[in-house]
């Protein structure tokens, strides 16, 4: 079993920063990609920013310049630091982890999400 445990979200002035954290524990044999996704009311789930386990990364072209993906492979755990923040970004963010559990069997893992709003 592996659990995705995130935090750092909350209520952000435009143009303020926020950073999220998410550590992934339990049975993992090796994690690979780990990135966030945001889903804002009615709208479908989009990707944020992915980072491979060599560092390589990707971003949103709507949060390129803005945000920042990195990740500690000793504590399992990636990290979004978003700054110059705006109003479109408020969404619920969250977290995902491809690894390889206990079993070696490639899986995909998500966390609970955590609620990003932007608002003055």
């Known amino acids: 079993q592996v659990q995705l445990v995130e935090s750092g979200g909350g209520l952000v002035q435009p143009g303020g920063s926020l950073r999220l954290s998410c550590a992934a524990s339990?049975?993992?044999?090796?994690?690979?990609?780990m990135g966030w996704y945001r889903q804002a009311p009615g709208k479908q789930r989009e990707l944020v920013a992915t980072i491979t386990s060599d560092g390589s990364t990707n971003y949103a072209d709507s949060v390129k310049g803005r945000f920042t993906i990195s990740r500690d492979n000793a504590k399992n755990t990636v990290y979004l630091q978003m700054n110059n923040l705006k109003p479109e970004d408020t969404a619920v963010y969250y977290c995902?982890?491809?690894?390889?559990?206990?079993?070696?069997?490639?899986?995909?893992?998500w966390g609970q999400g955590t609620q990003v709003t932007v608002s003055s």
């Open positions: 339990g049975s993992i044999f090796s994690i690979y990609a």
């Open positions: 995902n982890v491809d690894a390889l559990d206990e079993y070696k069997r490639l899986r995909d893992y």
